[in-house]
């Protein structure tokens, strides 16, 4: 039908349907579908262009800025060849490990001389290590073994030189005794404050003994660490680091040296092997040898701080009587001192200060030495089998000479206290019972020391 009603299929053929309802298509409508399809493509394509370029810029300027971070741009490297890394030529002084041991032992001799002391008829034959360096000489550590009872102390030192020693005090509960050496200058062993641990590798270093011309030397392994140790005099010495090595008797008194050249301890205690020669040894640390040794050498005591007792350990079977561990007997408490102020009187027996539980006398004097004077402390002690308690104030050690009303000092230059069985004014003398009141002695010790 036409547009005003007519049929016109009489005329001609109709009006062809939309390209899209035919399954043929003209010539001309094929190109413009082609076009179509182009500019379809071009434009998707376009758009993925479009981002690509713009991923690759942001990129682009990611990286940029990471390099510029990074001082990829610096002036001073860019342009600059890659370089080796070499470390300094090793020297002994700068070095954590030391290239051998017999290097380790050519720097330390210098700080080793040899001991000669003789009391009575008897001679004795250590080693010494020079500890501090004042203007008017040296102090040196060794064994209190070495220097006691000793009439005279002689040491040895390079070329045979023979020059005699003061001795400026010992401590009995270290076995550790300093030596003063007046108008020598002896270059001091490089201590170290590490802590050991068992298994670790050492060396024993003596000094050079009168027939030969080096220092004694035996390799070492620290066998086992926190060890105690009777002394001959009966002291307990705690803490000591034990050694296999198989040692000669000079080199008592000498060094045990770790893999760095330090030295960690000094071998105080000499242990006898099945024939009864002393052959194994044992070393106090340096960290309660470097305070042993300062307290020494300013205060002429052991300890830094001053409770003003004497005592000895709480024999086994009176332990057992008062079902206690162990504890440390009081055999002297010296007048107007801390302790006296504190009410403790000889017979006492100590069991605790502060938080440490007391076991023996070693036990009372080492807790003691990690306090300062001024230190508040709380003391349990049992009297007559009763639990007691006390506070008081730590003092600084009291001059040797004044110290229980001018108590002589012994030989060993340390302030002695006289045996229990003597009374001093202001103690108590017990006269009866066990332990707890008092009857043991200090018979087990020698010098009895002042604390």
């Not at 002297?332 to 009187?345: F, I, K, M, T």
């Amino acid at each position: 039908m036409t547009e005003d009603g007519s049929d016109d299929s009489e005329i001609g053929f109709g009006r062809p349907l939309p390209p899209e309802d035919r399954i043929w298509r003209h010539p001309s409508e094929v190109g413009g579908i082609v076009h179509a399809a182009r500019r379809r493509r071009e434009v998707s394509n376009g758009k993925l262009i479009g981002f690509a370029v713009a991923t690759s810029l942001l990129g682009s300027i990611l990286t940029v800025g990471a390099l510029t971070a990074g001082g990829a741009f610096n002036r001073n490297a860019v342009g600059q060849a890659p370089v080796a890394v070499t470390s300094p030529p090793a020297t002994f002084a700068a070095s954590t490990e030391p290239a051998s041991w017999p290097e380790i032992v050519r720097h330390l001799e210098p700080s080793l001389t040899r001991v000669e002391t003789t009391g009575g008829a008897q001679t004795r034959t250590g080693t010494a290590i020079a500890f501090s360096s004042t203007s008017d000489g040296t102090y040196l550590v060794t064994s209190r073994d070495l220097v006691l009872d000793a009439e005279r102390i002689t040491l040895v030192l390079n070329g045979e030189r023979r020059k005699r020693a003061e001795l400026v005090g010992s401590d009995q509960y270290t076995n550790l005794a300093v030596l003063h050496l007046t108008g020598e200058h002896l270059d001091p062993a490089p201590f170290t404050p590490a802590r050991i641990e068992a298994g670790s590798d050492a060396i024993v270093v003596g000094a050079a003994t009168s027939a030969s011309r080096s220092a004694t030397v035996a390799k070492a392994l620290i066998g086992s660490v926190d060890n105690i140790v009777r002394t001959r005099g009966g002291v307990e010495v705690q803490n000591l680091l034990r050694t296999d090595a198989n040692i000669t008797p000079e080199a008592k008194g000498g060094a045990l040296v770790d893999a760095t050249g330090s030295l960690i301890g000094v071998m105080v205690v000499m242990a006898t092997d099945e024939t009864g020669v002393e052959r194994f040894g044992f070393a106090l640390p340096t960290r309660e040898l470097t305070s042993t040794a300062d307290s020494l050498i300013r205060t002429g005591f052991p300890t830094r701080v001053w409770l003003g007792i004497s005592g000895s350990d709480l024999p086994a079977a009176d332990a057992l009587e008062l079902a206690i561990a162990g504890g440390a007997v009081l055999n002297n408490v010296a007048v107007d001192s801390p302790a006296a102020r504190c009410g403790l009187r000889s017979g006492d027996v100590v069991t605790k200060l502060n938080i440490t539980t007391v076991q023996s006398m070693t036990n009372l004097v080492m807790a003691l030495r990690e306090l300062r004077p001024t230190d508040t402390v709380a003391i349990e002690y049992l009297r007559a089998g009763a639990v007691q308690r006390c506070f008081t104030v730590l003092a600084q050690p009291p001059e040797a000479s004044s110290t229980l009303g001018g108590t002589a000092t012994t030989s060993t230059s340390t302030t002695a206290m006289p045996p229990a069985s003597t009374s001093l004014p202001g103690t108590t003398k017990p006269t009866s019972g066990p332990a707890a009141q008092g009857t043991t002695t200090a018979s087990t010790t020698t010098a009895v020391q002042s604390f």
